[in-house]
């Protein structure tokens, strides 16, 4: 028996049990909880674990609310009325102080038991609470609770596969309702915001008016939320808090700044979805973007000036914006003005960076205006409201994308000579339904499906392209792969036919040639990654199979369907501009490539695959595709990804092109390869 573990543990619940019967003013530490949770969860405690879990998340809640109710009460109980002298400012400060402290231990008991590691935060930041939970409803076969925290888990971690084969499985289940699958950390104003944005998709513009006030009152009251937080303890990087040797006035500007920094931070925190690392595009601009165009909708036309002239205070000088203020101001013979709500913000926001800028000076810290001003290109105009996301974001206003009176399409650049006269061009973007879309029959013959098909079987291996996974996606079918290196280098060792290795090699090229070609593209498109990939279907396992071979996603940004976004960060593979998929047979049964919109469930297309049909596609949100699933046989292609960023071109094509060069030089036999073995890996 390990002494420590449970003299430790002993200890851990003697503390918990004097924590459970004391005072009800004292709450429970989450962090304590949150141990006990895990704890009990490893033993198979699962009533226990959910027990301690569900209080962690109460316990944490409260914390939080405390600091923000405390801190805002004795903010307006003791302000700063200005003109004061020197020991007046301090005397507010120590009131405020001795308020905030006393407020916070009646509500949640003494703080220091409430300190916890910056570990635990961050768990309970990315959600792993909800993970556990997960597993310990299924365990207790409560299927509504695991969906409801499963569904909380994968908002903030949509990369995570098996918590979303876990909601698929939960849909299927009997007697599971849409209204089991809840955020239970959702943000209001972004509920409220992405409520708003289906409804005026929809058409249903009174709605959608409804839902985007709600959201704007939700925003500034969540704006006012997180600037209380900020007044909380504060990193001072560089410096080791027990060395610090500052003047008093240097370090009241220091932690000034630094809180001063998180309060500007707060505009790109509230336009971040959980488990995203950039912001929503122009957030709070959009909102009166879409209400201007909703109430012209509904004629109501002086809530539209309102908002327009609302907007232009975030993008002044906008053209299209400024014509819609002008056709408003003549039908009602009226100016208008912008709403008190947001002029106060900017001027807040225009202060905040000002004072920043003198911080930044004291501190020598390397705090430039340029980071919170839109570079747009040009010079700096002094009226462009600046903020934590890089001004407020070059963007496309949503009334100019939805043709509000004399916009004009985009067109699509797509249609350029397809290099080989074999090929044949099936369909473009408009028939398959989207845009920067192709597909394409007869790229490769019939002999070169053979042999490539052939040499899949001889060359890919399981988990290959997958981290070593053999069935990366879905349980039901086994997947394969290999690379041109691989491959080439298989060849020169006389284990596959060299000629068939050339092959992959010469195809790939092919369709890097002809999806450059085609797309007009006016720059080298390189390659980012290129496989050879078999799926087989997996023999007993096919009976009442409702999954995908591959789920619907993006290849260079985050699918976030509930949102109507795709996250261009990481893990996707941002730098990826284009994809294609050569298929090399046809003798399999399902498989099928479709497109669909951005909810990821309304197909748009939908491709057969057959030898030579290879289908091409510009790889950003615009173009979310999965592949049905494999039911019977096997299906193989050559998948490429591309990139227009000589950056990130494939290291294993650049070591390949050496190879082939080496193949092709008449010295080749006798120079042998200068190839490392280890690049293979």
Request: negative net charge.
């Amino acid at each position: 028996m390990d002494v420590n573990f449970s003299f430790g543990r002993a200890l851990s619940l003697a503390l918990l049990a004097l924590l459970l019967t004391s005072s009800a003013a004292i709450l429970k530490p989450y962090d304590l909880l949150y141990e006990n949770a895990v704890r009990s969860f490893t033993e198979g405690d699962y009533t226990n674990a959910v027990r301690y879990m569900e209080g962690a998340l109460s316990s944490y809640a409260e914390v939080t609310s405390a600091q923000v109710r405390c801190r805002l009460r004795c903010q307006d109980q003791h302000p700063f009325d200005a003109p004061f002298r020197e020991l007046q400012f301090f005397e507010v400060v120590l009131h405020r102080s001795a308020c905030i402290n006393t407020c916070i231990e009646e509500k949640i008991g003494t703080q220091s038991m409430h300190k916890v590691s910056e570990d635990v935060i961050q768990d309970f930041n990315r959600r792993i609470p909800y993970n556990y939970l997960q597993l310990a409803y299924q365990k207790l076969k409560q299927p509504e609770d695991a969906a409801a925290a499963a569904h909380t888990y994968f908002q903030a971690n949509p990369e995570h596969v098996e918590m979303g084969q876990n909601l698929e499985q939960y849909k299927n289940q009997e007697g599971m309702l849409e209204e089991h699958f809840v955020d239970r950390e959702a943000r209001p104003h972004q509920r409220s915001f992405s409520a708003g944005v289906r409804l005026y998709d929809d058409g249903d513009y009174e709605g959608a008016i409804v839902m985007f006030e709600k959201a704007l009152v939700e925003y500034y009251r969540a704006d006012v939320k997180c600037r209380a937080l900020c007044q909380g303890p504060q990193r001072f990087e560089g410096h080791d808090h027990l060395l610090y040797r500052y003047s008093l006035h240097e370090l009241i500007s220091d932690h000034f700044t630094q809180t001063l920094h998180c309060d500007h931070e707060c505009v790109r925190d509230l336009a971040t979805r959980p488990g995203r690392l950039s912001p929503m595009e122009n957030y709070l601009p959009l909102h009166y973007d879409y209400l201007q165009f909703a109430y012209f909708h509904v004629d109501m036309l002086e809530e539209a000036l309102q908002c327009a002239h609302t907007y232009l205070m975030f993008h002044q000088g906008e053209e299209f914006m400024t014509d819609n203020v002008k056709y408003y101001q003549e039908v009602l013979g009226t100016l208008g003005r912008p709403r008190e709500k947001a002029a106060w913000y900017l001027r807040r926001h225009r202060q905040e960076v000002e004072l920043l800028l003198i911080g930044s000076d004291i501190m020598g810290r390397q705090f430039t205006e340029g980071q919170y001003w839109s570079s747009t290109g040009g010079r700096e105009d002094s009226n462009r409201i600046p903020s934590g996301t890089d001004g407020w974001m070059d963007y496309v206003p949503i009334s100019e994308k939805k043709n509000s009176t004399e916009s004009q399409p985009q067109p699509i650049r797509e249609g350029g000579p397809l290099v080989y006269d074999s090929v044949q061009l099936v369909q473009n973007s408009v028939a398959l339904n989207g845009t920067q879309r192709v597909l394409l029959d007869d790229v490769i013959s019939v002999e070169e499906c053979s042999d490539l098909k052939q040499l899949a079987q001889a060359v890919t291996m399981a988990g290959d392209g997958y981290r070593g996974k053999m069935s990366p996606h879905t349980p039901n079918e086994r997947f394969e792969g290999a690379t041109v290196l691989k491959t080439l280098l298989y060849g020169f060792e006389g284990r596959v036919p060299l000629k068939s290795a050339r092959l992959f090699y010469d195809v790939s090229e092919r369709a890097r040639r002809i999806i450059q070609s085609y797309f007009l593209l006016n720059s080298t498109l390189h390659f980012s990654y290129t496989h050879l990939v078999c799926r087989t279907a997996i023999t007993g396992q096919q009976d009442h199979r409702n999954d995908l071979s591959h789920p619907i996603h993006a290849d260079n940004c985050l699918l976030d369907p509930e949102a109507n976004e795709c996250w261009k960060e990481p893990p996707a593979y941002t730098y990826r501009d284009y994809s294609a998929l050569l298929y090399l047979n046809g003798d399999f049964e399902g498989g099928e490539f479709i497109f669909t919109e951005m909810d990821a469930k309304t197909v748009t297309a939908s491709v057969k695959p057959k030898c030579g049909r290879m289908v091409g596609f510009s790889s950003g949100g615009e173009n979310p595709h999965g592949v049905k699933a494999v039911t019977r046989g096997q299906r193989c292609a050559v998948a490429l990804w591309f990139t227009l960023d000589p950056l990130f071109r494939e290291l294993e094509r650049l070591q390949a092109d050496e190879v082939v060069q080496d193949l092709d030089s008449k010295s080749a036999g006798h120079q042998g390869l200068n190839i490392n073995p280890k690049d293979e890996l």
